[in-house]
């Protein structure tokens, strides 16, 4: 949590930081290859669709203000 309280206000606030890279290899759905306790799992990833709704699942949980990095 990062404390955004003024010496004006008193009140803690929390801001949720969400950030993707490299996003033109995320356009579409594709199997990713995923490390899982030592064994190599593919699992889908990617597609704008998918992150879309990660990021308005993660604002709908009510953690305070939402913060996309693009």
Known sequence: MIDLAGTMNE???TLT???I???HGYLESHP???WES???VYRTAGG???IKTH???CSARGLGASLCLR
Do not use: M
């Open 11 to 13: 009140q803690t606030r």
């Open 48 to 50: 704008y669709a998918r």
């Open 17 to 19: 930081l969400l950030q």
């Open 32 to 34: 990713e290859l995923f």
């Open 21 to 23: 890279n490299d996003t």
């Open 55 to 57: 990021f308005r699942e």
């Open 38 to 40: 030592g064994k190599a």
